[in-house]
């Protein structure tokens, strides 16, 4: 493998080996510590225009499979491990992460002091763009000072037209910020009549549909950069049916109900984070992937209360509307990696749509 550097926009210059694609990429470095999963992980829309760091050492020993893709086209700017893992083909048609991401022209670095790493990016208390180089000299830093990462991420990553995943069940329309397949997957597990809408569409062409309820699915980048009409159409949709927002659509129905918003110092990636549920007291675990977060003191009580809350820094995890069948979380319930203990709330999605109707 040929020599390959990961350079940060602060000066810190990391050495190791190129796999993958031979490609010059620029993008935000974020860490991840979920323990397995990578598959999910590089192919999840929320990690559009970033390049992801791995905690764990070794990455790479299974193979690709072809049912849990999050996104066909991953949009992620590049990987990199301590570690890639040796990887014995067991059958003609399974894929390495190594050629896979040279067939996705995706950048991959290894031999990475990945725990040196990591602990720049804490120090640093801010997002910190990097660029994957062959030589990292004057004119690569150069380079990478002069880039300029889109903030309409939305825009990048969603669907421009309309499409159906029909059923039998229910009829749900799910607004896609960036939506993994894991939220459909569990929706078909539930045969909901799904139709996915672009970010763009209108109050009017979502009920025009005559759903049973509406999801708002998760998303890449900053909730406060997604067009105002956003905010409008969530503020009509969640008074006419049931509402569900997941990660960037939690932020978003959190924003059209008075909530504010702000960034993370240092993003949160990963599986396994506690979360307790206020009315119980239960304690669940579930997959985060998130750069910002809700203000607690900003949340209007009388329109709104908090049902789940992160352990490790009692950040807000989850919302439901007091007077409409409307709630979120900022997790992924629907795991994918990982755990998936939470996917009981889409049950509680199916129960809210079908009293709708009573």
């Known amino acids: 493998m040929a020599e390959r550097y990961l350079i940060l926009e602060d000066g810190t210059v990391f050495s190791g080996e190129g796999f993958g694609a031979p490609a010059v990429t620029f993008g935000e470095v974020v860490f991840n510590t979920a323990m397995a999963g990578y598959q999910e ?21 299974l193979p690709l499979h072809r049912n849990i893709y999050e996104t066909i086209t991953p949009p992620i700017k590049g990987v990199v491990v301590r570690d890639l893992a040796a990887f014995n083909r067991q059958g003609p048609r399974q894929v390495s992460l190594d050629q896979y991401l040279l067939q996705m022209n995706i950048p991959g670095v290894t031999n990475i002091d990945t725990r040196a790493l990591i602990h720049r990016l804490n120090a640093a208390g ?28 939305v825009a990048q990553v969603a669907t421009p037209k309309p499409f159906p995943n029909p059923d039998v069940g229910q009829t749900v329309v799910v607004i896609d910020f960036g939506l993994k397949n894991g939220i459909l997957r569990e ?60 990660g960037l659509g939690h932020e978003l129905f959190a924003l059209a109900n008075g909530a504010k918003i702000r960034r993370l110092p240092v993003e949160h990636h990963g599986q396994n984070h506690p979360i307790k549920e206020i009315i119980t007291d239960q304690i669940v675990y579930a997959s985060q992937a998130e750069g910002f977060l809700v203000e607690r003191d900003s949340v209007d009580r009388q329109a709104l209360y908090v049902t789940y809350v992160d352990l490790l820094d009692n950040s807000v995890q989850g919302l439901r509307h007091r007077q409409y069948p409307a709630f979120s979380v900022q997790f992924f319930p629907d795991g994918a990696p990982g755990p998936d203990e939470t996917n009981a709330l889409f049950d509680e999605f199916m129960e809210m749509m079908k009293e709708e109707h009573l």
Not at 46 to 55: G, L
Not at 205 to 227: A, H, T
């Open 126 to 153: 801010r997002p910190l763009r990097g660029s994957i180089v062959p030589v990292a000299d004057d004119h690569a830093f150069d380079q990478l000072h002069a880039t300029v990462l889109t903030n309409q991420q």
């Open 187 to 246: 929706l078909s597990r539930r045969k909901c009549n799904v139709t996915v809408l672009s970010f763009s569409a209108s109050a009017e062409e979502i009920l025009r549909l005559d759903p049973d309820g509406v999801v708002l699915s998760s998303g890449p980048g900053n909730p406060q950069n997604v067009r105002s009409s956003v905010l409008t159409m969530i503020q009509t949709v969640q008074k006419r049916v049931p509402l569900f927002g997941i």
């Open 41 to 61: 992980i590089i192919t999840n829309p929320v990690y559009f225009n970033q390049i992801v760091v791995f905690a764990q050492p070794n990455v790479g020993n």
